[in-house]
């Protein structure tokens, strides 16, 4: 899993200028960053993708426990 308490690295992307404001709008509403609300989104992308990982890695480690 992406580790939430790993030092923050900045990263610049291009987004529309309506979407930019959606996403202030949305951190405003939630009482949160809008950095916040960026790292909710990309969780809500990746998370599936790093738990079919972790998963696959952990029945490999333990090939006497998998599913029936």
């Known amino acids: 899993m992406a580790n939430l308490h790993s030092p923050s690295t900045p990263l610049t992307v ?21 950095d916040e609300v960026v790292r909710e989104a990309c969780l809500a992308y990746t998370e599936p993708r790093l738990w079919a990982r972790d ?7 333990h090939p006497d426990q998998k599913p029936a």
Do not use: C, F
């Open 14 to 34: 291009h987004l529309p200028a309506d979407l930019v404001a959606e996403l202030r709008l949305v951190a405003e509403d939630k009482g949160v960053s809008v």
């Open 55 to 61: 998963y696959k890695e952990w029945l490999r480690e």
